[in-house]
């Protein structure tokens, strides 16, 4: 029998409706979410905290606590980016550290940890924080398809990850780009050579995902990821209902179809109502064309953006080819936040500009080295393009960052703004969105008193 993690909370509505599920459309679940059967429900993390207090005007803690609250019997879990925590850079130890304390404190069970270029170093002090709390840790595989991801790399890896003392390890297909056989293959290979539990987490974006669930199971993987349709396939995952009738018996997960129901009807009502201008049928569709290119159809969104401003909309095709010859140049990074957008823009600037006559800053940081070890070197040429007579750094980002978890103690209680310890957090991820966020609770929290008294409004003063 294969275990199921729900991913409908998170990465769900990410792939498909922009990471805008809002908290109050999911407490009316959420006992019957608790109730399916589930091993764990991924509900935070990823890029639901950035949004929330950007978009949503929400608490990303507060999210956390009422969903701990209502669900008592299944695991909570989140995805955590490794060294940038929920964000998009590299955050000191003391940061990624508090950050982990206090999650595991609201009610995480489980992190999922990852890098955008498996460097196990951006990953070790987030793992060995959770593991010291009593939290399960899920060490992740990135996976990409490169000259150099061969499986002896994937295997190397996982023996990495398992020296830090994970409790499984996670196959990541965030691009939808992994195939059946080599999925069976790889799982096969960790279960023969560490006999250590394996999690599949494959997006159905190349049309694929479907398959290799069926044979990661035929492998022994002891979880794959799922979503309730209608928050399902296309750049989401693969629906428990299919996967339910799929698999054969004695593989089944023991879920309880009829509350999987009632779930998916309830969506069905909010989705295409509340949510319907959010909706896009291309993201709800199959992309063949992913498997070849490995570029994620939000990348592609972005790059048409990028080349309308300039009126060069016609050099798309030239842009996607780009891609690939810059993620050679690079060491053939996985395209994952936030390496995908480093390739993407760069890409973009080649092909308008010529091959790194301008560089983007976040280029030239990555080929300094502060985002961590690329899984091939760096083309030589390159190095010396971009970093010009400066040397590119050999230790691990975060060594270079100075502590800054008191110093935002103190700017968030001199604003005003403290109202718990996680503001600070909150505030150390992302200073500037914060204190917008901060600004429009203490709206709330305190509306501004009338002009005119209210008394004087009935007796028309």
């Known amino acids: 029998?294969?275990?199921?993690?729900?991913?409908?909370?998170?990465?769900?509505?990410?792939?498909?409706?922009?990471?805008?599920?809002?908290?109050?459309?999911?407490?009316?679940?959420?006992?019957?979410?608790?109730?399916?059967?589930?091993?764990?429900?991924?509900?935070?993390?990823?890029?639901?905290?950035?949004?929330?207090?950007?978009?949503?005007?929400?608490?990303?803690?507060?999210?956390?606590?009422?969903?701990?609250?209502?669900?008592?019997?299944?695991?909570?879990?989140?995805?955590?980016?490794?060294?940038?925590?929920?964000?998009?850079?590299?955050?000191?130890?003391?940061?990624?550290?508090?950050?982990?304390?206090?999650?595991?404190?609201?009610?995480?069970?489980?992190?999922?940890?990852?890098?955008?270029?498996?460097?196990?170093?951006?990953?070790?002090?987030?793992?060995?924080?959770?593991?010291?709390?009593?939290?399960?840790?899920?060490?992740?595989?990135?996976?990409?398809?490169?000259?150099?991801?061969?499986?002896?790399?994937?295997?190397?890896l996982a023996e990495e990850l398992l020296a830090l003392e994970v409790d499984f390890i996670t196959i990541k297909d965030m691009a939808g780009i992994m195939d059946p056989y080599t999925c069976y293959e790889l799982v096969k290979a960790i279960k023969e050579n560490f006999k250590a539990p394996v999690d599949v987490h494959s997006h159905s974006t190349g049309g694929l995902a479907v398959a290799n669930y069926i044979k990661a199971v035929e492998a022994g993987a002891d979880i794959i990821d799922t979503a309730i349709s209608p928050l399902a396939f296309g750049t989401s995952h693969p629906s428990i209902q299919v996967m339910y009738y799929a698999l054969p018996q004695g593989k089944k997960p023991r879920v309880d179809m009829r509350v999987i129901k009632e779930i998916s009807e309830y969506l069905n009502k909010i989705l295409f109502t509340k949510y319907k201008d959010l909706l896009d049928?291309?993201?709800?569709?199959?992309?063949?064309?992913?498997?070849?290119?490995?570029?994620?159809?939000?990348?592609?969104?972005?790059?048409?953006?990028?080349?309308?401003?300039?009126?060069?909309?016609?050099?798309?095709?030239?842009?996607?080819?780009?891609?690939?010859r810059v993620r050679e140049d690079l060491g053939w990074p996985p395209l994952v936040t936030p390496t995908s957008q480093i390739v993407g823009v760069q890409a973009v600037l080649n092909v308008l500009y010529g091959r790194y006559s301008v560089v983007a800053k976040e280029t030239f940081n990555y080929v300094k080295g502060y985002y961590g070890r690329p899984p091939a070197p760096i083309k030589e040429e390159v190095v010396k393009l971009v970093l010009k007579n400066e040397e590119p750094i050999s230790t691990r980002p975060a060594d270079l960052l100075d502590p800054a978890y008191e110093n935002c103690r103190e700017e968030v209680s001199k604003l005003g703004f403290y109202t718990k310890e996680e503001d600070v957090i909150t505030y150390c991820l992302f200073p500037d969105v914060a204190l917008e966020f901060f600004k429009t609770r203490s709206e709330k929290s305190n509306p501004k008193k009338p002009e005119r008294d209210l008394w004087d409004e009935v007796l028309g003063y």
């Open 1 to 156: 029998m294969v275990e199921i993690t729900d991913l409908t909370l998170r990465d769900a509505h990410q792939s498909l409706i922009a990471t805008r599920l809002r908290t109050e459309d999911m407490i009316p679940i959420l006992d019957k979410i608790d109730a399916a059967g589930f091993y764990a429900i991924e509900m935070w993390g990823g890029a639901t905290f950035d949004v929330m207090i950007r978009f949503l005007r929400e608490d990303p803690w507060e999210r956390l606590r009422i969903i701990r609250e209502r669900v008592k019997r299944t695991k909570l879990m989140m995805l955590l980016r490794g060294q940038n925590l929920v964000g998009y850079r590299h955050y000191p130890d003391d940061v990624a550290e508090k950050f982990v304390e206090y999650a595991y404190k609201n009610g995480v069970d489980i992190f999922r940890v990852f890098d955008a270029l498996n460097d196990v170093r951006n990953m070790k002090v987030t793992i060995k924080k959770a593991k010291s709390l009593g939290a399960v840790v899920q060490g992740t595989i990135t996976y990409t398809v490169s000259p150099v991801h061969t499986l002896d790399y994937y295997l190397k």
């Open 281 to 324: 049928i291309r993201v709800f569709m199959p992309d063949p064309n992913v498997l070849e290119h490995q570029i994620p159809g939000g990348m592609i969104s972005n790059f048409l953006t990028q080349l309308k401003q300039v009126g060069a909309e016609d050099k798309l095709p030239l842009v996607l080819e780009e891609v690939k």
